[in-house]
């Protein structure tokens, strides 16, 4: 079974800066980074090759130095690795990536087979949307199963496919037909260490590059910014908090003087609150 995990290289969240006059992330001098949800995106894809065989190849679209990711991608075991990167591509929002990783995947496809089943993170850490998977999923018309915790049983011979995902309500156990997009929830498995043969083959791995013609991409028009409808107006960073901490009470004090001690401050600030317990406590 041919496997595809979509990852993206981000800078790393830990030292991202804000410009003070342009008000946009400075990303001069900050390391990128595989971008965390989509490790474990790979890792189960990996799992899922160990156990019914087949390829993983992982795809990410970006400049010429997102090749660090997929060699990195490489290490832990992934098969093959292919990089779309053009200057067309450059400002891409999510509609236009998505419009882009659609149409590689659907090279891939024609190259190294069609994947029956794509993974990607549940999100990236530089843009939250969690937008691009599902976009995937609907241009190429596949079943999506979002926030997925654990794959419960896949039936290649069948082409089904049975997952876990997590909901506000609860765990909910869903089952379709491939083939599939899935996002991985984090914390849900932990990448691998890769071997040291990995490590040398990916050194050595030529990492397949397509530009947008390779990718079979005619209508430029929904690539980069001119395919890109979402404007961002403002981004910057919220204002350290300037009240200073308060004691309201001290572990001296009985377990009674406490409560009432923050139950006084609660309904100082909130005088409403105070009001609507009485009502209640009051009954009918």
Same mark, same amino acid.
């Given at each position: 079974?041919?496997?595809?995990?979509?990852?993206?290289?981000?800078?790393?969240?830990?030292?991202?800066?804000?410009?003070?006059?342009?008000?946009?992330?400075?990303?001069?001098?900050?390391?990128?980074?595989?971008?965390?949800?989509?490790?474990?995106?790979?890792?189960?894809?990996?799992?899922?090759?160990?156990?019914?065989?087949?390829?993983?190849?992982?795809?990410?679209?970006?400049?010429?130095?997102?090749?660090?990711?997929?060699?990195?991608?490489?290490?832990?075991?992934?098969? &093959?690795?292919?990089? !779309?990167? /053009?200057? @067309?591509? $450059?400002?891409?929002?999510?509609?236009? =990536?998505?419009? #882009?990783?659609? +149409?590689?995947?659907?090279?891939?496809?024609?190259?190294?087979?069609?994947?029956?089943?794509?993974?990607?993170?549940?999100?990236?850490?530089?843009?939250?949307?969690?937008?691009?998977?599902?976009?995937?999923?609907?241009?190429?018309?596949?079943?999506?199963?979002?926030?997925?915790?654990?794959?419960?049983?896949?039936?290649?011979?069948?082409?089904?496919?049975?997952?876990?995902?997590?909901?506000?309500?609860?765990?909910?156990?869903?089952?379709?037909?491939?083939?599939?997009?899935?996002?991985?929830?984090?914390?849900?498995?932990?990448? &691998?260490?890769?071997? !040291?043969? /990995?490590? @040398?083959? $990916?050194?050595?791995?030529?990492?397949? =590059?397509?530009? #947008?013609?390779? +990718?079979?991409?005619?209508?430029?028009?929904?690539?980069?910014?001119?395919?890109?409808?979402?404007?961002?107006?403002?981004?910057?960073?919220?204002?350290?908090?300037?009240?200073?901490?308060?004691?309201?009470?001290?572990?001296?004090?009985?377990?009674?003087?406490?409560?009432?001690?923050?139950?006084?401050?609660?309904?100082?600030?909130?005088?409403?609150?105070?009001?609507?317990?009485?009502?209640?406590?009051?009954?009918?």
């Amino acid at each position: 079974m041919h496997i595809v995990v979509c990852m993206k290289q981000v800078p790393d969240s830990a030292q991202i800066r804000v410009h003070p006059v342009t008000n946009t992330i400075m990303r001069q001098g900050v390391p990128t980074i595989i971008n965390p949800y989509d490790l474990f995106a790979l890792e189960e894809a990996l799992r899922l090759r160990d156990v019914i065989g087949g390829e993983v190849t992982v795809l990410t679209m970006g400049p010429p130095m997102a090749e660090e990711s997929l060699r990195k991608a490489l290490t832990f075991g992934a098969d &093959r690795a292919v990089l !779309l990167t /053009d200057r @067309f591509f $450059a400002g891409s929002d999510t509609l236009a =990536t998505s419009f #882009a990783l659609a +149409a590689a995947l659907t090279k891939i496809g024609e190259e190294f087979g069609v994947p029956p089943i794509v993974f990607t993170g549940k999100q990236t850490i530089d843009g939250d949307t969690a937008q691009v998977g599902p976009g995937i999923a609907k241009r190429l018309g596949f079943n999506q199963l979002t926030y997925v915790a654990r794959i419960v049983d896949l039936a290649p011979e069948v082409g089904t496919i049975t997952v876990e995902r997590r909901a506000e309500g609860g765990v909910q156990v869903l089952s379709t037909r491939l083939p599939v997009l899935i996002t991985m929830l984090e914390g849900v498995n932990e990448i &691998r260490r890769g071997t !040291l043969e /990995d490590a @040398f083959r $990916a050194s050595r791995a030529k990492i397949v =590059t397509w530009n #947008a013609a390779d +990718a079979g991409i005619t209508d430029m028009t929904k690539c980069g910014l001119r395919g890109s409808p979402t404007i961002v107006k403002k981004i910057f960073s919220p204002p350290p908090r300037a009240e200073a901490a308060q004691l309201i009470a001290t572990i001296d004090q009985s377990y009674d003087a406490i409560a009432a001690s923050v139950m006084s401050e609660i309904f100082k600030s909130q005088p409403a609150l105070e009001d609507d317990l009485m009502r209640f406590s009051a009954g009918p």
